[in-house]
């Protein structure tokens, strides 16, 4: 179609939101999920079973959460070409959550000061070390981000707990850009770190005057030697 995208206005609440529904080959496609005037505000709260659902060429000005209850009882999540920004919350906020989904695609999105009210410096300082872009729990498989635009995390652009495929993104100005398997657990299959562009690293301020030194570009913990990893370029 033609003209501007329908807006679904969060307010206070819950854009799309689905505690329990099992659903099966869904698409939600060109939709501006706008917060209201008083944060907190998640665009999208997904936690029913699902079985193929793709999320492509929307505004999210909001928290993403995919949090199945079980391990695969999410499958085949797609999030392509969509706008994640200005996700806020005064304890804790990802701009995306993923936790026990089978079958994680982040393709072509642009993922930007989540973490922050509005502008860097206006949330409490000692909630930055928690607020992410991107966290994908380790209890996820088969993930893979491609062709992505991190920037502005208040800690990281990317935590790819589970390992999986990590290409050809592009990170500017968070704390840590990517963060690559877990510390707390062992990844169980091969993985790729490729032709990704880390820039202008910050470190994280704190109250009290005191600062966490970070501006790391690429951490890979915990990784077992006997699976190959690819990392490259």
């Known amino acids: 179609g033609t003209g501007p995208r329908p807006i679904v206005k969060n307010a206070t609440g819950v854009g799309l939101d689905n505690v329990s529904a099992n659903v099966k080959f869904n698409a939600v496609v060109g939709i501006y999920f706008q917060k209201g005037s008083e944060p907190p505000a998640t665009s999208v709260r997904w936690l029913g079973p699902t079985t193929n659902f793709l999320i492509e060429d929307c505004v999210m000005e909001g928290g993403m959460i995919f949090q199945a209850t079980n391990p695969g009882d999410q499958k085949n999540i797609a ?13 804790k ?4 959550f993923c936790q026990n989904i089978d079958g994680l695609l982040l393709d072509e999105n642009i993922f930007d000061n989540n973490g922050y009210l509005d502008t860097i410096g206006s949330i409490k ?3 930055l070390v928690v607020n992410h872009n991107v966290y994908v729990q380790h209890d996820c498989n ?3 981000a491609r062709r992505n635009i991190s920037m502005r995390a208040p800690s990281h652009g990317l935590q790819a ?3 999986g495929i990590v290409e050809d993104n592009l990170f500017i100005n968070n704390a840590f850009g990517l963060v690559y398997a877990s510390s ?3 990844i169980t299959g091969p993985g790729s770190v490729s032709r990704n562009v880390i820039l202008d690293g910050k470190d994280i301020p704190r109250t009290g005057d005191t600062t966490l030194f970070r501006a790391w570009g690429i951490e890979i913990t915990n990784y077992p030697a006997d699976f190959p990893l690819t990392v490259a370029d």
């Open 79 to 91: 999030l392509r070409r969509c706008l994640v920004l200005d996700a806020y919350n005064p304890v």
């Open 93 to 96: 906020v990802q701009g995306v």
């Open 125 to 127: 300082p000692n909630s």
């Open 142 to 144: 088969n993930f893979t």
């Open 161 to 163: 707990r589970p390992g």
């Open 184 to 186: 707390d657990f062992v």
